[in-house]
T-cell receptor, first 110, second 114 residues
Framework: QKEVEQNSGPLSVPEGAIASLNCTYS??????FFWYRQYSGKSPELIMF????GDKEDGRFTAQLNKASQYVSLLIRDSQPSDSATYLC??????????FGAGTQVVVTP | DAGITQSPRYKITETGRQVTLMCHQT?????MFWYRQDLGHGLRLIYY???????DKGEVPDGYVVSRSKTENFPLTLESATRSQTSVYFC?????????????FGSGTQLSVL
């Protein structure tokens, strides 16, 4: 079992719809969780981080964390073609390290 | 411009050669990291450093060497390149190792070992 798991996709989403991305992690002691977006051929860029159970909203993005279920998700509302990218879930480890999932590819179709 | 820069952007080398990938950051961040990214595996940590002269292995360190004599530089050396080291390499930095501290990534080095 991988320590951080994501569905690889691709996740096809109509323009204007909600994209829902899921991530599960194995270490119950994990405290902080990050979502990065990566366009093809580019480096990852941070979208959001979350460390408390519940929802955290930033513009069209909402991160949801459920530590009891070891589950973190990202919702993208009103999806745009520019949201087409790979979304990486990451869990903070000791010494500032991030452990990443393999990423979910999102394709927003006009 | 301030930030984190990697060089070269692209590198082609042959099996058995030594290759060094450079990483430089201007923020004076304490922590620096090297990741490799391969299809299906996401980003995997090779080595990290908490400060100058403090380095430690990550998830996939075999075949790699790092040094950090100055805070701003964190070079990654492939001592004898193998085809399995063909990958995209990302350097990253963060100000501290605190739980909410984000990582800033360089633009990456695409390495091909023939």
């Amino acid at each position: 079992q991988k320590e951080v798991e994501q569905n690889s996709g691709p996740l096809s989403v109509p323009e204007g719809a909600i994209a829902s991305l899921n991530c599960t992690y194995s270490d119950r002691g994990s405290q902080s969780f990050f979502w990065y977006r990566q366009y093809s051929g580019k480096s990852p860029e941070l979208i959001m981080f979350i460390y408390s159970n519940g929802d955290k909203e930033d513009g069209r993005f909402t991160a949801q964390l459920n530590k009891a279920s070891q589950y973190v998700s990202l919702l993208i509302r009103d999806s745009q073609p520019s949201d087409s990218a790979t979304y990486l879930c990451a869990v903070k480890r000791s010494w500032g390290k991030l452990q990443f999932g393999a990423g979910t590819q999102v394709v927003v179709t006009p | 411009d301030a930030g984190i820069t990697q060089s070269p952007r692209y590198k082609i080398t042959e099996t058995g050669r030594q290759v060094t990938l450079m990483c430089h950051q201007t923020w004076s961040h304490s922590y620096m990291f090297w990741y490799r990214q391969d299809l299906g595996h996401g980003l995997r940590l090779i080595y990290y450093s908490a400060a100058a002269d403090i380095t430690d292995k990550g998830e996939v360190p075999d075949g790699y060497v790092v040094s950090r004599s100055k805070t701003e530089n964190f070079p990654l050396t492939l001592e004898s390149a193998t085809r399995s080291q063909t990958s995209v390499y990302f350097c990253a930095s963060s100000e501290s190792g605190q739980s909410n501290e984000k990582l800033f990534f360089g633009s990456g080095t695409q390495l091909s070992v023939l």
